[in-house]
């Protein structure tokens, strides 16, 4: 079953004072099922990080449709807009997002606070979440206490502890080093096994070879998708690698 419908979807930009318009997206059309670990690759300007934007409820499409549950994103009212967001959406950034005034703690707790959670019910949820991810001993710690890696599934467990239908991840292993991507990556499979859809934009085909399967997106468009299938991760990043070549050298996928 479909939890997210891409359909038809153009996005185009007006320059400031109006002289020319950009077009950033130009018919995008994808479904991701429940449970798939999907990503997102394409070069620096092929329209990815609009598409992210569109999906997170951030922007709006000129033309098309994005459904998830079957609710589409563009019939929401902007004054309903970040109660469906923390309702619906774990997000997980390049550069973590947390607050350095908060604790480790209050960041994860944040969204439930927002959502008007009874204090009784926040330490129920926080407790599993933080065990599983290996961070129950940073409860609370401060962010510029901890390490990149740490941050990083801090801000998994944010993105989490709603139990959202859908996490969006844009470059999470961005500013990783080596050990703390792979330690993300594993946390990625896990929380994917356990039945969570997840839909990750990145330019690191090692990230991308853990997904379940690798849309890839050129001038606005999907150009090709890969599925895992019986791949290994290894067999899998090799397959990438040869689609980024063809998208690179300007080659059409057979």
């Known amino acids: 079953m479909a939890i ?6 153009k996005k185009i930009y007006t320059t400031r004072f109006g002289g020319s318009k950009v077009q950033a997206l130009s018919n995008v059309t994808f479904s991701v099922e429940k ?12 329209g990815k990080t609009t598409l992210l934007n569109i999906l997170a409820a951030l922007d709006r499409p000129t033309a098309g449709k994005v459904m998830l549950e079957g609710k589409e ?17 774990g997000f997980v950034f390049q550069e973590f997002n947390l607050l350095d ?14 959502n008007g959670e009874k204090p009784a019910e926040l330490e129920s949820k926080l407790k599993p979440i933080a065990e599983e991810l290996g961070i129950a001993e ?19 467990a944010r993105a989490l502890i709603t139990n959202p239908k ?23 499979r896990e929380i994917n096994a356990k ?11 090692k990230a991308a070879s853990h997904a379940s399967r690798v849309l890839f997106i050129r001038d606005g468009e999907v150009f090709h998708q890969i599925y895992r299938g ?7 990043y090799q397959k990438i690698s040869d689609t980024l070549t063809l998208l690179t050298t300007g080659g059409e996928q057979r």
């Open 73 to 89: 994103l563009s019939a929401i009212k902007e004054a309903e807009m970040a109660t469906f967001r923390r309702e619906n959406l």
């Open 166 to 188: 859908l996490i969006l991840a844009d470059e999470p292993t961005g500013a990783l080093d080596s050990k703390s991507t792979d330690d993300l990556l594993r946390v990625f």
């Open 230 to 236: 019986d791949c290994t991760n290894e067999q899998l």
């Open 195 to 205: 039945g969570q859809t997840i839909l990750m934009v990145t330019h690191s085909t």
């Open 101 to 114: 005034t908060f604790s480790i703690r209050d960041n994860i707790l944040l969204p439930l606070v927002l």
């Open 35 to 46: 449970g798939e670990y999907v990503a997102i690759m394409g070069e620096s300007g092929s």
């Open 138 to 156: 940073l409860l609370s710690k401060f962010p510029y206490e901890v390490s990149g890696g740490q941050k990083q599934r801090t801000a998994v």
């Open 4 to 9: 997210l419908e891409v359909s038809n979807l």
